[in-house]
């Protein structure tokens, strides 16, 4: 960047000499336009022609001055001093029609420049007729171009001879100072802005004020000077024209400043950034457009928090209103014709609402019976009713991605079990195997006990591994059940019998209920004796000994009922519904072995064979409840 923008007594000299050029470009400007609209720049013109065109103009004048005050007042004779040949360069002669001199001041040389103006349709009163007569008179005058007289005559010549002698230097005078305008005013904006010290725009305090309101001060200050400057040179004939000269100088200097310095603010405003914000009718409007917004919120926000059934009554009440004004003010007919009107507008209004609605309730019914990719096309849907569609849409794509999600992560769930088991079994048998092997041997002592160990830890693997496979199978649904007819109160005795022996090892006693009326079902028995292996399993495991064991089969209208009930060993301190997820077990501290499967296997069996298995825990009380349809 130029040192020179920062240099303030630089700037404010640039100012100076704008404003001086622009003042001396205004002036010349000026009395060229002047000087070629009187002809100084025709061909062929003289000084003595220019000055008697001049002097014409203003003889003609003071000649109509003059008559008005003969005419109105009859001054001329008692002004006669006034109008005397040492006092006065113009001599005048009033004639009438007849050519008699009614008022002559003196009688002019003969080389003075002559003109007459003529006097048409002057109207008299006559007294002795009583009628208006209209009469023609003449003026004559001369004005002597010696000027014996200081007037403003003589002025007059004076300036013309000075024009005349100007008048090619004028030309380069205001083609100079347009020039330095132009230089000047280049100059003052690249400099505007910038002060020393500082690289970036700084502001002046005027530079703060609106922009708007401050182009008001410097208009009114610009017109006043301008005005004062017109009116000093529109004087300049009088005695002091010299200083009247100075002033209109000075005055429009001023004013070319006061334009130079509008669009200076105008330049740092632009360079610092924001000059629209910084004005009054910015202020104003952004103010008026904030309350519009407010109040356009707060009936946005009462709108959006209404139902649909007040937004229809407010809009029936308002638009009931505006009937009532129109037929007040248009009568009858013109109720008929709204009316008419009415049914032409909301008719297919209505109808677009029920076809919405319609599309609405048709797009929800294909959701709730599970056609997640069902959408509702939101065409010709509008207000409220689209976004309720918009909202079923999204509820759609978000249960459809819940529902892949979830189907996603049970296919990695079983591949996964699948996989470790599979690769788990193999290295697993040949353990089992070599732990026959060793068994034969007739170890004793401390090796007897510690292949004791191994045989029932890997019995205890194995048997977590099938339950692994059994798991993963149910859960997918990947076992097939041959579902037949079957008595539930046989199987039930059965599997009572293969247990009782371990029931009374673990100290419970086993009470039945079992009603002696057959209870027929569809299910595989292969399968419905899995699950209630596993639900006896699990009693052995976690009751309590030397407790009582409930078991109970009925039927109640159209289901039968299998129903298990013992008091458990540990504290139940965990929901029913995360008792039946995979790898959740009863004994937290883990006192006893188990997979955690047993349960989740048994439901995910039960559900294969169209029933429900439920876990009920009150206390220490833990309670299974079988449910099937019964065979009819």
């Not at 002025?155 to 005349?164: P, S």
């Not at 002060?195 to 700084?202: S, T, V």
């Not at 890997?458 to 059940?481: F, P, Q, V, W, Y």
Request: overall charge negative.
């Amino acid at each position: 960047m130029a040192e020179w923008k920062k240099r303030i007594w630089l700037k404010t000299l640039i100012i100076l000499l704008f404003a001086g050029s622009m003042a001396l470009m205004l002036l010349s400007g000026g009395a060229l336009f002047y000087m070629g609209t009187m002809g100084y720049y025709d061909q062929g013109a003289t000084k003595e022609t220019m000055m008697k065109r001049e002097l014409y103009n203003m003889g003609c004048n003071e000649a109509w001055d003059a008559y008005y005050n003969w005419e109105n007042y009859g001054l001329l004779a008692l002004n006669s001093t006034y109008y005397a040949k040492q006092n006065y360069n113009m001599a005048i002669c009033l004639q009438d029609e007849e050519g008699t001199v009614i008022f002559e001041n003196y009688t002019a040389e003969q080389d003075a420049y002559v003109f007459e103006i003529p006097i048409a349709g002057y109207m008299e009163y006559d007294e002795e007729t009583q009628k208006e007569i209209y009469r023609d008179y003449t003026v004559k005058c001369a004005i002597d171009l010696n000027f014996p007289a200081e007037d403003s005559f003589k002025r007059t010549a004076e300036t013309v001879d000075l024009l005349w002698k100007l008048r090619q230097i004028n030309i380069v005078v205001c083609i100079l100072s347009a020039v330095g305008v132009c230089f000047f005013f280049i100059c003052a904006i690249r400099g505007a802005g910038h002060k020393a010290e500082k690289d970036e725009i700084c502001l002046r305090w005027e530079d703060k004020l609106p922009l708007d309101g401050y182009w008001l001060i410097l208009a009114a200050s610009f017109t006043f000077l301008l005005s004062m400057s017109i009116d000093m040179v529109n004087n300049l004939l009088r005695q002091d024209w010299i200083v009247r000269m100075i002033l209109a100088v000075i005055a429009a200097t001023l004013a070319c400043m006061l334009v130079l310095e509008a669009i200076l603010t105008l330049a740092i405003r632009i360079k610092a950034g924001g000059w629209w914000k910084n004005s009054l009718i910015y202020i104003i409007l952004h103010r008026i457009w904030r309350g519009i917004c407010r109040i356009g919120s707060c009936f946005a926000y009462i709108w959006r928090h209404i139902s649909m059934i007040w937004r229809l009554v407010l809009f029936l009440v308002v638009w009931f209103i505006i009937e009532l004004i129109i037929v007040a003010a248009g009568g009858p007919e013109t109720a008929v014709w709204l009316g008419l009107g009415e049914r032409i507008v909301f008719m297919p209004l209505l109808l677009l609402l029920v076809i919405g609605l319609h599309r609405v309730m048709e797009g929800g019914e294909k959701m709730a019976e599970g056609d997640l990719d069902y959408k509702i096309d939101l065409r010709m849907l509008h207000g409220s009713v689209k976004q309720h569609a918009q909202h079923l849409n999204c509820i759609s794509e978000g249960m459809q991605k819940a529902v892949e999600a979830r189907l996603k992560s049970e296919r990695f769930k079983t591949e996964l079990i699948t996989n470790v088991s599979h690769d788990i079994k193999t290295p697993l048998t040949s353990i089992i195997n070599y732990v026959d092997l060793l068994k034969k041997q007739g170890l004793t002592g401390e090796a007897e006990e510690y292949v004791n160990i191994l045989e029932r830890q890997s019995a205890r693997l194995k048997k977590l591994i099938e339950d692994l496979m059994e798991a993963s199978k149910a859960s997918t649904g990947n076992i097939k059940a041959e579902m037949q007819p079957m008595q539930v109160d046989l199987l039930l005795s059965q599997a009572i019998g293969e247990y009782e022996e371990r029931f009374e090892q673990c100290g419970l006693e086993v009470i039945t209920c079992i009603q002696p009326e057959k209870a027929e079902i569809m299910a595989d028995g292969r399968l419905l004796w899995r699950v209630l292996d596993n639900l006896f399993n699990n009693i052995c495991k976690y009751a309590q000994e030397k407790t009582r064991v409930y078991i109970d089969c009925y039927t109640k209208e159209e289901t039968v009922y299998i129903v298990l009930r013992n008091i458990s060993r540990y504290q139940l301190n965990i929901p029913e519904e995360e008792l039946m997820e995979r790898f959740v077990r009863g004994d937290s501290s883990r006192h006893t072995e188990g997979s955690g499967l047993g349960l989740s296997i048994a439901r995910s069996l039960t559900q294969l064979q169209n029933g429900t298995l439920q876990i009920l825990i009150d206390g220490d009380l833990f309670k299974a409840m079988l449910e099937f349809p019964k065979l009819c």
